[in-house]
């Protein structure tokens, strides 16, 4: 790692790390009832974006979670477990970082889900992606709780707002029958 690299991920470290855990009870409320659906942007995974080799079968190739993103994911399970927040169906980005987040969350069955794959080499792909990720999401609404393991990226663009790694959105619905965020639950490790 170059010295500009290893400054620019200590100063993003510093900064992530600095940042208190956050948890709202509109968040904790809409996971706790029957039908709650969330989205998870993947434990701290250093860097942006994935190596030039990248191949989304081989974790080897891709950016993936470090010791304290696999740290930050176990807590985040055991804060959900603690509250009693379980999830009927978790859905990862079939890349290793989700899934593995996913796993070491350790709240329900995980299925990958290329709809929620990353399309940030690919932003084209995103209002296309993101139209059959909000079609999938309301074709299970009510269908238990369901948790969506994914990128930065995509949440934004589904909800306007840039997570940090790690932090969960609770989704509702707004005013006009839009998907919108109903609270916000970040846990760090």
């Known amino acids: 790692m170059g010295v500009r690299a290893a400054l620019v991920f200590l100063a993003f470290s510093l900064a992530w790390a600095s940042v208190p855990a956050t948890a709202d009870e509109a968040g904790w409320a809409t996971l706790g009832r029957p039908g709650g659906v969330a989205?998870?942007?993947?434990?701290?995974?250093?860097?942006?974006?994935?190596?030039?080799?990248?191949?989304?079968?081989?974790?080897?190739t891709q950016r993936n979670l470090d010791a304290v993103g696999r740290a930050q994911a176990r807590a985040i399970g055991a804060e959900l477990r603690d509250r009693g927040v379980t999830f009927d169906r978790v859905y990862a980005s079939e890349w290793c970082r989700c899934i593995e987040t996913a796993e070491l969350l350790d709240v329900g069955p995980v299925t990958p889900l290329p709809i929620v794959n990353s399309f940030f080499r690919d932003r084209a792909a995103g209002p296309a992606q993101t139209a059959a990720l909000r079609d999938f999401i309301a074709g299970i609404t009510g269908a238990g709780r369901i948790l969506f393991v994914t990128h930065q990226v995509n949440i934004t663009v589904l909800t306007g707002v840039v997570p940090a790694s790690g932090e969960i959105l609770a989704l509702g619905t707004g005013t006009g029958g839009e998907m919108a965020v109903a609270g916000r639950i970040r846990i760090d490790p």
Not at 49 to 59: M, Q, W, Y
């Open 39 to 60: 989205v998870m942007r993947h434990a701290l995974a250093p860097g942006t974006g994935d190596p030039v080799a990248f191949e989304l079968g081989d974790c080897a």
